[in-house]
């Protein structure tokens, strides 16, 4: 059994469902919890009644401390903040032996199992940003990309986790300052600062738009694993944004067009 985690609102509603649809394709025992980050999402997600699913309100999730930051931060930030949280919430809550966090616009075209035993007896499995040359931004946004992370729960896995739910809850913010960038840059240097922290080797594992242009997705001895949709976003009812990255027609037939096509069938759905 693989247990995940993610967070959305309403607002990334159908992005967190076709998530979690292209992962009930692709894998076979696995389970779910999401964390439903409004009222909205709350209800609409518990409506649904979704196989292998666990939906967990911000009501039952907040803690204190939580709740003293939320006005000091943007949604954004305070959803950057909660990242940890929800991963330890997860394990501790419902006595996981490991959870694995996704952001809620990753796509999987494969079983990500294979992603999460390449770390072995390794306790924390943290994935590169791999950029592009053109687009690296490794000094101000992070070596690593908070998009697929998992924790054991054991003693360095628990360890790493509370100290970076810790550095969270203390910065955790939109702009680069001292060496942070929100929940991202703190990973930079988990594998000289702890011990049992395994850095993704597949190549089909963290595939994104900083980094598409290195990928030849018609190569049959490539196996995608998943996309990350980072910036895409709808404008209006009839323009899209793809972010300030290049993308070849073949991407945008091979990834873009299938999820654009799975996202409407989603929003239909829901209406």
Wanted: hydrophobic residues 35%; charged residues 25%.
């Amino acid at each position: 059994m693989y247990n995940y985690c993610t967070l959305f609102d309403s607002n990334y509603l159908t992005r967190g469902l076709a998530m979690y649809e292209s992962l009930k394709n692709e894998s076979d025992k696995f389970h779910l919890y999401i964390f439903a980050f409004d009222d909205r999402s709350n209800e609409l997600l518990r409506k649904l009644n979704l196989e292998f699913v666990t939906i967990i309100s911000l009501q039952e999730f907040e803690d204190e401390e939580l709740l003293s930051l939320k006005s000091e931060r943007s949604a954004g930030e305070y959803c950057w903040t909660c990242t940890p949280s929800i991963i330890k919430y997860s394990i501790e809550k419902y006595n996981l032996e490991s959870c694995t966090y996704l952001d809620a616009d990753l796509y999987f075209f494969s079983n990500p199992a294979v992603l999460i035993e390449e770390m072995g007896e390794k306790s924390i499995l943290i994935t590169e940003h791999r950029y592009t040359p053109e687009y690296d931004q490794s000094a101000t946004s992070g070596i690593y990309c908070v998009q697929f992370m998992t924790f054991k729960n054991d003693k360095n896995g628990m360890k790493v986790l509370n100290w970076w739910r810790e550095s969270c809850n203390t910065w955790c913010y939109a702009r680069f300052e001292d060496g942070k960038f929100g929940d991202q840059k703190y990973l930079d240097d988990w594998t000289t600062r702890f011990e049992g922290v395994h850095v993704l080797e597949n190549l089909g594992g963290g595939v994104a738009p900083w980094n598409i242009q290195q990928y030849d997705l018609y190569n049959k001895n490539f196996k995608l694993v998943f996309y990350h949709f980072h910036n895409f976003k709808f404008i209006g009812d009839d323009k899209l944004e793809f972010g300030n990255y290049i993308l070849r027609n073949s991407d945008l037939k091979i990834l873009y067009k299938p999820y654009l096509v799975h996202l409407e069938d989603i929003k239909n759905r829901i209406e």
